[in-house]
């Protein structure tokens, strides 16, 4: 009898973080679509890319729906759960992410799966939002970069939002992420230097910290196409974060496998676009050099995390009971 339970109580504990891997997969699509383009590279391994990673966003968007179906209190537990109530609008990122790697393929596709995410993650920033004004159960040791994800995950919005609707709704998507960083950023450094480090478990999640200021540059040059002093602010920010989380690798590669490994994937693929766009409005060769050796450690780490993945499944080491 022990042998038909473990299937549902896999299922049961499976969770809404795997769009995470979206989202990491997504981001190395579209460097590869970027540096291919400006390159002008013989071989071309984005379309693969985004055929795995629209695949695989299928068959996980498939599983977490039969949680939803038959796991409804679970689903619900994760929504009011104080850490991972943040990760539901990976959801309706990988959305935003797959609009933009199907826009140079599909114009028509690309704004079906815009419209969807937009629309989403609007709705879940409401909600978010809400729930953390009118909360009365949250710490800070329950605080994390994790909570960027939701509000300023609105900044990803204009880059394939310019193509597919009024410049004003990007801007406001724009304006929504621009706001909320600092004031995020500024508690959770308060968090971290006066409430202890991060549990294991969380500490992936300071990659995200090299995100919101990359994906900023990008929608700000989609919306003014011009690499001004704000942009270079937003850039060099996303820079100066990815060397402070690289000189600290010696912690990271201590850690357990936990799913949160994820949350280094889309950072890196971020400030990698970022760089190849950088060098495509300034010309400055070191921006070139700079650009292949990101993407060249971003394709490695997510080759890593995707055959760590396997083995955890394989292994029953992930989906089970916290």
């Known amino acids: ?26 981001g190395l699509t579209i460097a590869w679509q970027r540096a291919e383009a400006l390159l ?15 695949g695989l966003f299928l068959l996980i968007a498939s599983v977490y729906s039969a949680k939803v179906i038959r796991y409804r209190e679970a689903v619900a537990g994760e929504w009011a759960h104080p850490i991972r109530m943040n990760f539901v609008p990976t959801f309706s990122i990988a959305l935003i992410l797959l609009s933009i790697a199907w826009l140079p393929i599909s114009s028509a596709w690309s704004e079906l799966l815009w419209t969807a995410g937009t629309l989403l993650h609007l709705i879940l920033t409401l909600l978010v939002i809400t729930r953390w004004i ?4 949250f710490e800070i040791a329950h605080l994390n ?34 706001v909320f960083w600092p004031v995020l950023l500024s508690v959770i450094f308060y968090r971290l230097i006066f409430h202890g480090s991060l549990p294991q478990r969380l500490l992936p999640t300071l990659f995200i910290l090299i995100a919101p200021p990359a994906v ?53 693929a971020a400030v990698t676009v970022a760089t190849l766009a950088m060098f495509r409005h300034t010309g400055e060769p070191m921006f070139l050099r ?24 394989l292994r029953a080491e992930i989906c089970v009971e916290e």
């Not at 602010?233 to 357990?256: D, G, P």
């Open 290 to 313: 700079l650009s292949g050796v990101l993407l060249g450690i971003t394709s490695v780490v997510i080759a890593g995390l995707l055959i760590r993945t396997l083995i955890a499944v």
């Open 1 to 26: 009898m022990a042998m038909p339970e473990a299937p549902v109580s896999r299922l049961r504990h499976f969770p809404v973080s795997w769009f995470a891997m979206i989202m990491g997969l997504g």
């Open 216 to 268: 900023g540059f990008l929608s700000y040059l989609r919306l003014t196409d011009e690499v001004d002093a704000f942009a270079r602010v937003l850039y060099y920010a996303a820079l100066f974060f990815t060397l402070l989380l690289l000189v600290q690798a010696k912690w990271f590669l201590r850690l357990k496998f936990f799913l949160s490994w994820w949350a280094y994937s889309f950072p890196l």
């Open 145 to 178: 970069p994790a909570w960027f994800i939701p509000v300023v995950g609105n900044i990803l919005v204009p880059i394939a939002g310019v193509a597919h609707a009024p410049a004003e709704v990007s801007w406001f998507f724009f304006s929504i992420g621009l």
């Open 134 to 137: 009118h909360q009365e159960r």
């Open 40 to 54: 002008s590279l013989p071989i071309r391994i984005s379309p693969a890319l985004l055929g795995a990673c629209t």
